[in-house]
T-cell receptor, first 113, second 111 residues
Framework: IAGITQAPTSQILAAGRRMTLRCTQDMRHNAMYWYRQDLGLGLRLIHYSNTAGTTGKGEVPDGYSVSRANTDDFPLTLASAVPSQTSVYFC????????????FGDGTRLSIL | EDKVVQSPLSLVVHEGDTVTLNCSYEVTNFRSLLWYKQEKKAPTFLFMLTSSGIEKKSGRLSSILDKKELSSILNITATQTGDSAIYLCAVRDNYGQNFVFGPGTRLSVLP
């Protein structure tokens, strides 16, 4: 079934550790996105990628990095996790960046202790 | 700074009721407004609205945009327990790189 796969589903991590959240899509979408969802704040964009080889910063990029080596994969890395990064992380994609609906993965629940 | 506000933040109704969810926005140069439904995990796309006054409809759900009032409503008629979810509103402007999401409305439909 075509769609977006995120891994892991959930993770508990000690503060200061490095963590990479994985995201893979098989829809050949050009644009991909990473959001975090926190209670009362809705979804906030962390980083995005218009197409393979390019990335950009969203609303809350500090403490996170991304790469887009190919069309399908868009990993999100926390170089040194802090408790404020405890959240649910959603990866999304769309055919093109812009005025199109996004398809979301099922999310990764990350707890930083 | 772009901003999206949704109301109410939570709502409890009984099956068969009709509900109206509200979304208002402040965007520098509006391009589109989107509604999503989020049950347990991934948000799923419902509607995208770009023009004022044109109703989008899908089954018991409908939505309309009012650019003059900088707002949109999402109507659900004859609600069912399966409509229980968080309904998210998002807007996009022409210059920003963000889809800006509102906090969502949590709808609970009781049998």
């Amino acid at each position: 079934i075509a769609g977006i796969t995120q891994a892991p589903t959930s993770q508990i991590l000690a503060a200061g550790r490095r963590m990479t959240l994985r995201c893979t899509q098989d829809m050949r979408h050009n644009a991909m996105y990473w959001y975090r969802q926190d209670l009362g704040l809705g979804l906030r964009l962390i980083h995005y990628s218009n197409t393979a080889g390019t990335t950009g910063k969203g609303e809350v990029p500090d403490g996170y990095s991304v790469s887009r080596a190919n069309t399908d994969d868009f990993p999100l890395t926390l170089a040194s996790a802090v408790p404020s990064q405890t959240s649910v992380y959603f990866c999304a994609s769309s055919v093109q960046y812009g005025n199109q609906p996004q398809h979301f993965g099922d999310g990764t629940r990350l707890s930083i202790l | 700074e772009d901003k999206v506000v949704q109301s109410p933040l939570s709502l409890v109704v009984h099956e068969g009721d009709t509900v109206t969810l509200n979304c208002s926005y402040e965007v520098t140069n509006f391009r589109s407004l989107l509604w999503y439904k989020q049950e347990k995990k991934a948000p799923t796309f419902l509607f995208m609205l770009t023009s004022s006054g044109i109703e989008k409809k899908s089954g018991r759900l409908s939505s309309i945009l009012d650019k003059k009032e900088l707002s949109s409503i999402l109507n659900i008629t004859a609600t069912q327990t399966g409509d229980s979810a968080i309904y998210l509103c998002a807007v996009r402007d022409n210059y920003g790189q963000n889809f800006v999401f509102g906090p969502g409305t949590r709808l609970s439909v009781l049998p």
